[in-house]
């Protein structure tokens, strides 16, 4: 077969396999390239939710009320959606980032960082109904489509969630997830959102003018460069002048006027506002930390825990500080506390179980370690499981652990690789 002919062929097959895809968006009602079906897409948002949320943060458990407040508000919007059906789920995560995100199948999350810059609750609205169109119309999965063109066949197992750490030791599921929570939009997706969420606020009875607003809030603050909100919320969800104007134009063309809810939501943010200065304090540490400063760092974390003793983060935070100062033993008693106060979060479980190792208690290692993994893989974790089980004889588990973590890349990829070669010797 000659080349023309190769060709020919495999345009064939393309179109064979775009047409078979063709689907119409549910929220524009336009054509487009489906090769994720709705169960799959379905599939994906419940399978990495849990799992995309402790990435970024882990829920915000301190205040409750908050959560059922915000999910509240979020089955309103989503009850007057293109998409009302899709089993939507709201939650707050603890991290002072601003951001919010919508994995496929309407699994949506906004940060305390983020609520803590709002005013009222149709802003609140305005931001949910922006997330809810993203699933609703089905642009995550859509840029996974492009991904999958691009790179059919290709299985990433590390993905870099942000400057943190654990970058790039995220594996499988979990890493897709944080991939799809932290890839920025078109500009054309944002617009569609920003359009439908405003008309899906109308419908809701909040006052579409809060969109306006929200968007002027954003754009105040990109331009006042704060790194969170660079790293956050304006990484995926740029700001511009061309979307205040757009927002305020359908917002003039369909009428402005309706709830607001200045008061409730002023009520309902009440305790996360008092609490504020705990995690103001807690930032200062990590920065002092990150920075070399233990001292310093530990009598910042230490206000931080007086002020809000039953917040976990603090205390993994503080346990790390005292590694970093050759205390293990203190350390393990704070990340033991973490632990208790946030059993699920899977990066205390993580520091504990390297904690332990460094001591050499290899069981309270392996099984912290284990259970980090069952909630989020990383490679590190693999890797010293590996040699957890070579302290202890079990040859065949190590090789089994060491083979995973040498699926990633980067340095724990090349070290586990050194250690199944000495295995296997």
């Known amino acids: 077969m000659n080349l023309s002919a190769v060709r020919s062929s495999f345009l064939v097959v393309v179109l064979a396999v775009v047409a078979a895809g063709c689907s119409v968006n549910p929220v524009t009602g336009e054509k487009q390239l489906s090769l994720i079906g709705e169960s799959q897409e379905l599939a994906m948002g419940a399978e990495q939710y849990v799992p995309t949320q402790q990435t970024q943060g882990g829920q ?7 959560g059922l407040y ?7 919007m989503a009850a007057v959606s293109d998409r009302p059906d899709l089993p ?24 305390r960082g983020l609520l803590t810059e709002l005013e009222n609750e149709a802003q609140l609205a305005s931001v949910l109904g922006h997330e809810i169109v993203h699933a609703a119309a089905r642009h995550s999965v859509q840029r996974m489509q492009q991904g999958m063109l691009i790179s059919a066949g290709v299985a990433g197992l590390g993905f870099a969630l942000s400057d943190n750490e654990w970058a790039g030791l995220i594996m499988g599921g979990a890493a897709l997830g944080a991939q799809l929570a932290l890839a920025q939009y078109s500009q054309g997706d944002e617009l569609e959102s920003d359009h439908y969420g405003i008309l899906y606020m109308k419908e809701a009875g909040y006052d579409p003018a809060a969109a306006v ?3 002027e809030i954003f754009l105040r603050l990109s331009e006042g460069r704060n790194p969170g909100f660079v790293e956050g919320l304006f990484a995926t969800h740029p700001p511009s002048a061309k979307r205040v104007q757009e927002n305020r134009e359908l917002a003039q063309k369909i009428g402005t006027g309706g709830y607001r809810g200045e008061e409730v939501y002023q009520r309902k943010l009440a305790e996360l506002r008092s609490l504020q200065p705990a995690y103001a304090a807690h930032d200062k540490a990590l920065e002092l930390a990150s920075k070399g400063d233990m001292a310093a760092a530990l009598e910042k974390i230490n206000e931080a825990i007086r002020i809000l003793p039953r917040e976990a983060m603090f205390y ?27 059993p699920e979060m ?6 504990n179980g390297l904690n332990a190792l460094r001591m050499n208690n290899l069981e309270k290692a392996r099984e912290n370690l284990v259970r980090a993994n069952e909630v989020v893989p ?24 060491y083979s995973k973590a040498a699926e990633a890349g980067g340095d724990v990829a090349e070290e586990a690789k050194r250690k199944l070669a000495a295995l296997t010797q």
Do not use: C, H, M
């Open 346 to 351: 899977f990066k205390y479980r993580l520091y």
């Open 88 to 111: 939507y789920e709201f939650v707050v995560l603890n991290s002072s980032v601003p951001n919010a995100w919508a994995l496929p199948g309407g699994k949506i999350a906004i940060n």
């Open 60 to 66: 915000f458990y301190v205040d409750p009320e908050l």
């Open 213 to 215: 607003e929200l968007q």
């Open 378 to 401: 990383t490679s590190i974790a693999f890797l010293r499981l590996g040699d957890v089980a070579v302290k202890q004889n079990k040859r065949n588990e190590a090789v089994a652990y």
């Open 316 to 342: 993994a935070l503080r346990g790390r500080i005292l590694e970093e100062q050759k205390q293990p033993q203190k350390a393990a008693e704070d990340f033991e506390k973490a632990v208790s106060l946030y």
């Open 70 to 76: 915000v999910s509240e508000v979020g089955r309103k």
